[in-house]
């Protein structure tokens, strides 16, 4: 399957998060913005999960990367209407780069659209890009103080996925402590524990999603 | 000890990479900036430098973090002068703030000075802060295909640290390849494969430094 690969222009600079989001409604499509550091599991995730909902639900990927179009790929092979968005550098997403990628998809013919923004638990915590639903991942090779260093992305987002939770032991992550200091600065956030790899604990994650699409 | 907390003044926007080097050079400071992901072990690194080097030399650290004084904490405890940098947001530190922070330091009295920068593969690498050498980390479990996603900190770095190496098998982390990958885009950087929490490799990357003072 050809990749088609869209290049984030920086010079036009809209904030076009609710117009976005309108034009979504009304095609019932249901956005969906990942984040997470680089390495943390964007992609395996993003995959467990439409393994879960593809059977109910027509779904379609933006994958934003600085470069390259090795995640669009992955995607691709599962049979996953994908574009791939190079920033060409650019630390995060913006709106104006979904509104320009939009036309790629059948939107007549989609329900969910997943983005998995670009890897960095920093920035693209500031900006909204038309989503229904922030989700953050944090996984357990990261370490279990990142909360208290990396507050905004944990405070905007509606559920933190702490992935790679099999390897609790091995790295003494003390995920208590990370629900804790979530739950003070957020508390509506919901939290899931789950390995994307053999998909322990996606079911619920996905169960939870399904639940936002439908209201 | 009282941790020193400065922040980001981010209406202040000069860039004195230059100036900042020049004025080193004059007191004989080596200014190292540690750049990489958030929980590649960036802090557990410096430490284990730290404890190669300052029988030789007196070293000093400026802790970047965009909010808490976690790390300081861990680098005042093993009794070495730091400032913590808080950037209130910002994905990177600028060169003003390494100016605005250097008299904190008794820089007549100090060899080496490391900067350990925002956790954040993206952004630092696009700032020069005055420093005589970039490190980046790199740890396995964020997996082999960061190269060709985030060329720009490979590129720009004079060694590339593959940190929790003893991860290898877990993670199924092709070394080779990342060697290769690097190598192509950055022919003159050394790599480094280490365990920062056992000090495994530690001791070849404090010679290397050690071998860029003297110069």
């Known amino acids: 399957m050809e990749i088609k690969v869209v ?27 990942v984040m997470g550091s680089p390495g943390a599991g964007k992609t ?14 027509n779904i379609g990927v933006i994958e934003g990367d600085i470069a390259s179009k090795i995640d669009a790929e992955k995607i691709a092979e599962i049979g996953i209407p994908v574009v791939e968005l190079n920033t060409d550098g650019a630390c995060h997403i ?19 659209l997943i983005v998995e923004n670009i890897g960095n638990l920093v ?6 890009i038309g989503e229904h639903l922030k989700i953050a991942i944090l996984s357990v090779p990261e370490g ?5 260093k990396y507050p905004l992305m944990f405070t905007r987002s509606n559920a933190l996925i702490i992935n790679k939770f099999d390897l609790k032991d091995i790295f003494n992550f003390d995920d208590k402590k990370v629900e804790n ?10 939290i899931f524990k789950v390995n994307s790899v053999n998909q322990n ?15």
Chains 1, 2 share one sequence.
């Open 44 to 57: 395996t995730f993003i995959k467990a999960i439409i393994n879960n909902l593809r059977d109910k639900y």
């Open 181 to 190: 200091e979530v739950k003070t600065i957020n508390k509506n956030s919901s």
């Open 7 to 33: 290049r984030q222009i920086m010079e036009w600079n809209e904030n076009c998060h609710d117009e976005i989001q309108k034009y979504l409604d009304d095609k019932k499509v249901f956005l969906i913005n």
């Open 144 to 148: 279990d103080d990142k909360v208290p």
């Open 94 to 112: 913006e709106a104006m780069s979904i509104k320009n990628i939009l036309p790629n998809f059948d939107l007549d013919n989609l329900d969910i």
């Open 201 to 215: 604990g996606i079911r619920e994650v996905a169960e939870w999603i399904e639940d936002k699409v439908k209201k």
């Open 123 to 128: 920035c693209p915590a500031e900006f909204d």
